[in-house]
C-alpha cells in the first residue's frame, strides 16, 4: 500500500512540474507574442508623426500624439510645443494647400522598452520630404529621439525632440 501510495505521489510530482514547465513555456510565448505586438504598433506610431501629414489626416496625427499637456516637441528652430493644444494651433499651417508632404525615411531606427513594457524610447535618423509653395523644404538627415508611453492600450508619442548635427571645421 506504502509503494502505490508513494509512486501516486511521485507520479503527482511529476505531471505537477511538467504543467508548471508548460505554463511557463506558455507564459513565455505570450510575452514574446506581446512584445512583436508592442514593438510593431510603437513603430507604426512612430511613423505616423509623419505619415498623417501626405494624406493631412489630423485624426491619424492627434491619435498618435499623448492628447495633453504632457506632450513636449522639440524643433531644431529653437520651438518648444508643451500640451496638444499648443501643436493644434499649427494645424492651420500644416492644413494649408501651400504646405505639401511628400514622403519620410527613417533610418537606424533603435526603439528600447521599459522593464514594465508601458514605456519605449527611440531613435532614428529622418529624412522629412515636403514642400512649401512648391519649393523644398525638406529636414535632411536630422536625429530624431522620443519616447512613447502605452495608454488604454495604446501607443503615444509623449515626448520629441529634432535636431541637426552641427558640422565642425576640420572633420
Known sequence: MRIHILCWLAASL?????????????DQDKSTMNQKTDREAVEAAIHSVFSWA???????????????????SVTPYDRVKIGVEAVKADSAFWGSPDFRAISHELRDLKVTF???????WFYC??????EWQGRPANWENARWTGVLE??????????????FAKEREGN
Open 150 to 163: 502605452k495608454r488604454d492600450g495604446t501607443w503615444r508619442v509623449v515626448q520629441q525632440h529634432f535636431s
Open 114 to 120: 521599459s522593464r514594465t513594457g508601458e514605456v519605449a
Open 125 to 130: 535618423k529622418l529624412d522629412d520630404i515636403n
Open 14 to 26: 511529476v505531471l505537477a512540474a511538467g504543467l508548471s514547465v508548460t505554463a511557463n513555456w506558455q
Open 54 to 72: 501626405v494624406e493631412k489626416d489630423f485624426d491619424l496625427f492627434f491619435n498618435t500624439i499623448a492628447d495633453d499637456a504632457d506632450f513636449v
